[in-house]
């Protein structure tokens, strides 16, 4: 796995050994065609840094513009959720197969307080922050899979997009 944190003062890579625990769940994916690309997200810049990602591999497995876009957004709600509940976190894009279809694998995971009410936070409108508490509910309508676990330790989010969907 490759492990980016873009900031001024630095731009190196490093390897990163594993993923915490919380992204290691069971989902239904048959195999994985990449190694991940995760970016820890502290600051507004790395969101960039991570679209430029997701954008980047919908783009090489053939996804549409619009496709792109949801993934894109989805990368700027996950990513910006962690700088806002938790302070930081790590934000993985990589290749995978959902059913017979190539599609891009997004894993979203920090170690803030968890969602207090995720049942609220995922039927919509429910927000913590003073916003409008759509950023959830409206991820799991866009993408093709959406998986959530979150308790007081953290949260880990994976949403999947198939690359041959519009």
């Known amino acids: 796995m490759r492990a ?10 490093s390897n990163v050994a594993s993923l915490n625990h919380r992204a290691t769940f ?17 600051e507004t810049d790395d969101i ?19 496709k792109i876009a949801l993934i894109t957004t989805a990368i700027s709600e996950l ?10 976190g ?17 894993t979203a995971q920090d170690d803030g307080p968890g969602i207090d009410d995720l049942d609220s936070a995922l039927a919509g409108g429910y927000s913590t922050s003073g916003g409008i508490g759509l950023g959830l509910s409206g991820l799991s309508r866009i993408s093709d899979k959406f998986e959530i676990y979150s308790d007081a330790n953290g949260t880990c989010v994976k949403v999947t997009f198939r690359a041959d969907t519009i």
Do not use: H, T
Not at 4 to 13: K, N, P, T
Not at 26 to 40: E, M, N, Q, R
Not at 79 to 88: D, P, T, V
């Open 4 to 13: 980016l944190r873009i900031s001024e003062a630095d731009r190196s890579v």
């Open 26 to 42: 069971d989902l239904p994916y048959s195999s994985v065609k990449s190694d991940p690309i995760a970016i820890l997200v502290w």
């Open 79 to 88: 990513a910006r959720n962690m700088i806002l509940y938790a302070g930081q």
């Open 90 to 106: 790590e934000l993985s894009v990589s290749s995978s197969f959902l059913g017979n279809s190539k599609a891009v694998l997004i």
């Open 48 to 66: 960039v840094i991570a679209r430029q990602a997701g954008r980047r591999l919908g783009s090489k497995l053939g996804c549409s513009d619009s």
